[in-house]
């Protein structure tokens, strides 16, 4: 007898979560993580997941994976380089490079030389950007360069001190400097639930709602409005909003799990139950 049919998983979802296991909180051992993502790819959500996170210091401990890889660096501009020759060299597939801006007293400039230095390493794949603090009239211009230089950005969203944790208000600005150039972006730290919640007496934002919030701008609607739909605690409601542009600049988000996100949008019916598949 054929077992029975699995539920499909809508092309909306896509890939948008990348596997960051092995990053805070999660910390799992890269071994237990890498084997908990291949294992993954066999289920029914598996399109859900993107690429596995690392940083670049860990690439000689996964030689022979066969996945897609997000790697982060851990150094400045002048790191781009050394560990994307030893990926291409061990055989490994570099999705996409993350790396932060290091001088905030000089993002423009900071900006520039990493596109330099991108450029001189042949860097082929999404380069994104994290350009740290909020979102001032020198953080406007080192989006500038990125979006010149057709790069990405990387908003970070959350953080272990709940205290850091940026305000609706700061991440709608950043979703809006974005879009208003046209550049995509990915998200990362404490996107681990769908809808705006309170874990530990910190607010912690929902992916939803940034999806939502992306939404809203990119139809014309204001700051105040994204920021609004930041702060929206009513997962129907969200749920029930048309999202369907959003993925186009929102391109993922990095989290430490992936079940809970899953389960999420199971619970607002958002994907298919697989308990009720015929």
């Known amino acids: 007898m054929a077992p029975p049919p699995t539920p499909a998983l809508s092309p909306s979802w896509s890939a948008l979560i990348d596997d960051a296991a092995v990053f805070p909180p999660g910390d799992a051992p890269l071994h237990e993580a890498t084997a908990t993502y291949g294992s993954r790819r066999e289920e029914w959500y598996a399109d859900l997941v993107g ?115 940026p305000d609706s208000a700061t991440v709608a600005a950043w979703i809006d400097a974005a879009l208003d150039r046209e550049t995509r972006f990915k998200a990362t730290a404490g996107l681990h639930r769908a809808v705006l919640h309170d874990p530990e007496g910190g607010g912690a934002h929902g992916f939803l709602n940034v999806l939502v919030a992306t939404q809203v701008l990119w139809d014309g609607g204001s700051v105040a409005e994204a920021t609004d739909a930041l702060e929206q605690r009513d997962g129907t409601a969200l749920a029930a909003t048309d999202f369907s542009s959003a993925r186009r600049w929102f391109t993922s988000f990095g989290s430490c799990s992936v079940t809970e996100p899953l389960y999420d949008l199971i619970s607002l019916g958002l994907l298919p139950d697989p308990k009720e598949a015929p």
Request: charge should be negative; aromatic fraction near 4%; proline fraction near 7%.
């Open 51 to 165: 690429s596995f996170v690392l940083r670049d210091t860990d690439l000689p401990l996964v030689r022979g994976f066969g996945a897609p890889l997000s790697v982060v660096v851990t150094g400045g501009a002048g790191q781009l380089a050394g560990p994307l020759g030893a990926a291409a060299r061990m055989g490994l597939e570099v999705a996409a490079v993350e790396i932060a801006v290091r001088d905030t007293d000089d993002p423009v400039g900071n900006v520039r030389r990493i596109d330099a230095a991108a450029r001189a390493a042949e860097v082929d794949v999404p380069l994104f950007i994290e350009i740290p603090g909020p979102p001032t009239a020198q953080w406007l211009a080192a989006a500038d360069e990125v979006a010149a230089s057709e790069h990405r950005l990387k908003l970070r969203l959350g953080h272990v001190d709940h205290d850091l944790i």
